[in-house]
């Protein structure tokens, strides 16, 4: 992938497009934001609540045994139904789920008036000093064309 040669040194030999769900990564290049995105940012659903979480890849590895170490910042909701307002959000899914140490937090009012990626964006540009919270890192493997992750840290 051009982007990824451009950021990282080589070219990636697979597509994130191809990724799925479940225990799988689901990124995807966006050419306009120029980052990957989540193709399903709606994870852990829960009957009719659910938590969105959004995250940036920080850094790409890829190891000899054609292995990739990706690293994330990830950023969770509370949880949510349909049409509430994102008002905080967590570095870590049992803080979202307890509803304690939000790092960024927002009115239902400014939530409303901005659209979903606007108050990401204002979440992660909040978040950027913070040295420490939020990442995991992903191993993940291509094997006979689907990609998988065999392991994850989270830091």
């Not at 509430?84 to 959000?89: A, C, R, S, T």
Request: aromatic content about 16%; overall charge negative; hydrophobic content about 30%.
């Amino acid at each position: 992938m051009k982007k990824a040669k451009e950021l990282y040194g080589y070219d990636l030999e697979f597509s994130y497009i191809d990724l799925g769900e479940g225990d799988e990564v689901a990124f995807k290049w966006d050419d306009k934001a120029k980052r990957y995105m989540v193709v399903e940012p709606e994870l852990y659903a829960h009957g009719n609540m659910y938590m969105d979480i959004e995250w940036r890849i920080k850094d790409i590895k890829k190891y000899d045994d054609n292995t990739y170490d990706v690293t994330t910042r990830q950023l969770w909701t509370d949880e949510l139904s349909e049409g509430d307002p994102i008002e905080n959000l967590y570095f870590y899914y049992g803080n979202a789920k307890s509803a304690t140490d939000p790092v960024f937090s927002i009115s239902s009012e400014e939530s409303y008036k901005l659209k979903y990626d606007e108050i990401f964006e204002k979440a992660f540009k909040s978040v950027e000093t913070k040295k420490d919270g939020g990442f995991y890192t992903y191993r993940i493997i291509k094997e006979k064309g689907v990609i998988k992750i065999i392991q994850y840290v989270i830091d």
